[in-house]
């Protein structure tokens, strides 16, 4: 981008026109059936079966003794033939009230548990009996229900085991006390439910939290007990569809050395213009901040002070949000003392008290303390432009991608499913700890799973890379920097391990988004690894009597510098979407040449994908994120449409039903500066195009494919190629739909794409670059977006057909070799100019 060539982002208006959408009808191969006798593979199972059923009459007798009436009934496991897939829709009758309650994975093989009442079971059994009647075959001469029967191997009484989500090995021992996370069907009744089982948990033993987490299918409570107590509580009181082992905080205290002055923050302060009180807010979540220091108390009143627990009070006690504090105002404040130019800040800062100590939250749900320290900072402020920023977070990464109490939460409250309130969240992506694994880097990354909540799909989830690698010789002789200048840093965790081969899923969200400044590590030339002052962030000190500035890094500074920038896009462009703001941040980021030599070194698409699971889609610009410049524009379109809806159609038999389907897509014509990319001809130009939505999560562990996706709906962008009309756009677009939702890999994709297809549509945001000649870009002015499945669609009976998704759509054209200004030849193209920049 050219210097001293700012120009505010062009936003678009009515650019887009709604088209009825529905995918091409195709027919798509049969899944691969596994080879059996059906003789005796119908007769065991069908033995199985009357065993799990003796089974049945014992639990329900136990139930009816405990005096408790739900609807009695029995937990059935079915597991699959190993390597085959199981089709476990067709395990669930809404009519019979047999449900689905959880899938997982063991051993290379899936187990799927549903919950079957009271006189259920013999839907089965007649399953069972027609496969094992040769004069109910198919017209094919195919034995009756073989999709389904032949893939299962067993048939079994479900045990705690068949409900547990996490790893077996961290399930606890017999007789050992401990919180679960217990995620309860949600029924009709989803209060009476809770009541239900915190009442009756107690005569078990069980010591029932009194607040409760809603998802659209779930309740989750915590509750305390024994293995013993918690397989007593599934046999009797029918309620439980999974079992999860509540997550620990990790909690980023630093106690290092001041390496600043006192006389430093007046200089700083001198300079400094402060904004007034209607602008931006970043909401920290963390351990308090302690607004008296200096350059704190400017911008963060105590009326925005706020705690969990009013036993704790407001300040901060242990640092690390004081320390966070100080990074969302200024950044590094290295940058803001080397120099002596006037700065401005924009935004300021409020802080919810999350956390006190080691310890203090125990038993509790962190994903009910982030919704409640959430509402005290909109009580006490109702209207306010907020980015909330979170960097506590688990200590671990054994989720892989699956959704969490927390983040599922975290997806509500960003998408506004319970209040219509959209939030931007600002979330760590976790650290490697402790630093001596960083002596294994970069290897040691790759297997760090990014940590809980990190894998929330609305939230733009930040990891860490660095660009110190200066150490004193003097005072460290023979130091190297473990991570190089501009590479991934040695303590951010990836989502690598997200890409797994296993049956269940492995399209798990592109995270982290994107990787800002976190610190570096030095080895020492005996191999002692540490966090050296020069490799370090420099921030705000929560004692600031005593000392003024303290060291700081990891992903909470990454995440913390993130929330600033996201802060400085709000106060600028004072109309855009909580949506639109994370799409900025994403389109603006680039890769740096080291993370470009390390993951794309041939430069193929899986490597592109490679790449992005490790360092995101960059280093964002705040250059890039506020302006454009003459031959480098950025076109912003906020908008919506209805993804699906309602339809009447015949059946085989000739009857009426109703059915839901997709419905809309949107076609946007973008204003477009042909005929300058015409006369550029050959010269290189690149286009990048970025789509951002929020999902609302429905987090229950059914396999999370077709019908009991998490997303409720998912958007998907295409653009039109130079040599297609408009007509054949539509139809290509059309038929990628239809293959994505029968998971068919999306063919003939455009070479020209860096990403592609199969990777950018993971997620809830989707950025991609095309490169190539300017003649041909020229004729690429259209861009769809449509809908892709989502339980909106799948579960019909939630009704959220009913909504409409909106999006923001980023499109930028940058000609960095060519004197050209296309900024001014698309707002000729534009008839009323819209003004944007509000600040």
């Known amino acids: 981008m050219p210097e001293n060539d700012r120009r505010p982002h062009i936003v678009l208006a009515e650019t887009g026109a709604t088209e009825p959408f529905r995918p091409t009808t195709r027919r798509i191969s049969e899944a691969e059936l596994a080879p059996r006798n059906r003789r005796q593979h119908g007769r065991r199972l069908l033995t ?9 009459q014992q639990v329900i007798q136990e139930q009816r003794a405990f005096g408790v009436d739900v609807g009695n009934g029995l937990y059935l496991e079915f597991e699959a033939e190993a390597g085959f897939e199981l089709p476990t829709d067709k395990l669930e009758s809404a009519r019979q009230k047999i449900e689905l309650v959880a899938i997982n994975e063991r051993d290379g093989k899936v187990h799927a548990t549903v919950f079957v009442p009271e006189g259920g079971l013999v839907r089965f059994e007649r399953l069972l009996e027609d496969y094992n009647d040769p004069r109910r075959d198919t017209s094919k001469q195919r034995p009756k229900n073989e999709p389904l029967i032949a893939q299962i191997e067993h048939i079994r009484a479900a045990a705690l085991d068949a409900l547990w989500m996490d790893e077996p090995a961290l399930i606890p021992p017999p007789g050992q006390r401990i919180w679960w996370e217990v995620w309860l069907r949600a029924g009709q009744d989803r209060q009476a439910n809770f009541e239900f089982f915190r009442t009756h948990g107690a005569h078990i033993g069980l010591q029932v939290r009194d607040r409760y987490m809603n998802f659209p299918e779930r309740i989750v409570v915590a509750a305390r007990g024994t293995r013993e107590q918690m397989s007593q509580s599934m046999r009797l009181l029918n309620l439980i569809a999974e079992l999860r082992k509540p997550k620990d905080t990790a909690e980023f205290f630093v106690d290092l050395q001041p390496n600043e002055q006192a006389a430093w923050v007046q200089e700083l302060l001198a300079r400094t213009q402060f904004p007034g009180t209607n602008v931006p807010h970043i909401c920290l979540l963390d351990t308090g901040v302690s607004n008296q220091h200096p350059l704190i108390a400017p911008v963060l009143a105590a009326a925005d002070l706020h705690t969990n627990n009013p036993a704790w009070g407001t300040a901060d006690q242990f640092g690390h949000g004081t320390q966070m504090a100080g990074l969302s105002i200024y950044g590094d404040l290295v940058d803001a003392l080397a120099v002596n130019t006037p700065i401005a800040i924009q935004h300021r800062l409020e802080s919810v008290k999350l956390l006190q100590a080691r310890g203090a939250n125990q038993g509790e749900q962190y994903g009910d303390l982030t919704r409640e320290a959430v509402a005290r900072a909109e009580v006490a402020a109702p209207g306010r432009s907020r980015v909330v920023c979170m960097a506590v977070s688990s200590k671990d990464g054994r989720d892989r991608g699956r959704p969490s109490s927390w983040s599922a939460t975290i997806d509500g409250l960003a998408s506004g499913a319970e209040d219509q309130t959209r939030r931007l969240f600002i979330v760590a992506a976790g650290n490697v700890e402790p630093r001596t694994q960083w002596a294994d880097y970069p290897n040691r990354n790759t297997v760090e799973g990014i940590h809980d909540p990190g894998q929330a799909w609305n939230a733009l989830t930040v990891g860490a890379f660095t660009a110190k690698v200066n150490i004193d010789q003097a005072a460290f002789p023979g130091w190297i920097p473990i991570a190089p200048n501009g590479d991934l840093a040695p303590m951010s965790s990836t989502s690598q391990t997200w890409e797994s081969s296993g049956q269940v899923r492995n399209s798990w969200p592109l995270k982290p988004d994107v990787v800002y400044e976190g610190g570096n590590g030095g080895r020492s030339p005996e191999g002692q690894i540490d966090a050296l002052a020069s490799l370090s962030l420099l921030t705000t000190h929560h004692q600031h009597l005593a000392r003024s500035f303290d060291l700081f890094g990891d992903t909470s500074a990454a995440t913390a510098v993130a929330a600033q920038l996201s802060a400085q896009i709000q106060a600028e462009y004072q109309a855009f979407w909580p949506e639109t703001v994370r799409a900025l941040a994403v389109h603006s980021a680039r890769w740096t040449s080291a993370m470009l030599a390390r993951y794309t070194p041939n430069g193929t698409k899986s490597q592109y994908r490679h790449l992005i699971r490790h360092c995101g ?134 070479t020209n794409w860096l990403v592609g297809q199969r990777a ?68 000729a193209k534009i008839a009323v100019p819209v003004e944007v920049r509000l600040s």
């Open 760 to 827: 950018r549509h993971l997620g809830s945001i989707h950025s991609d670059i095309w490169s190539g000649i300017a003649a041909d870009l020229a004729e690429r002015g259209h861009i769809a977006v449509f809908p892709a499945l989502g339980w909106w669609r799948e579960r019909k009976h939630l009704e959220g057909w009913r909504k409409t998704a909106r999006y923001a759509l980023i499109v930028s054209i940058e000609a960095p070799d060519a004197e050209v200004d296309l900024y001014a030849a698309v707002m």
């Open 617 to 750: 889609f960059g280093v964002p610009s705040q250059e890039r994120a506020l302006w454009s410049a003459g031959n480098a524009l950025t076109l912003i379109a906020q908008d919506e449409l209805r993804p699906f809806d309602e339809f009447e159609q015949l059946t085989k038999e000739g009857r009426r039903s109703r059915v839901v389907r997709s419905r809309d897509m949107r076609l946007h014509a973008i204003p477009w500066p042909a005929e300058i990319l015409q006369g550029l001809g050959n010269i290189p130009v690149s286009m990048r195009v970025t789509l951002s939505y929020f999902v609302e999560p429905n987090p229950a562990s059914r396999g999370w494919t077709r019908r009991y996706r998490y997303e409720s709906h998912g958007l998907r962008f295409d653009v039109k190629r130079s040599l297609e009309t408009v007509d054949q756009f539509r139809h290509r677009i059309n038929l990628h739909a239809q293959q994505e939702e029968q998971g068919i890999p999306v063919e003939g994709d455009d």
């Open 48 to 56: 199985e079966l009357r065993s799990a059923e003796e089974a049945a």
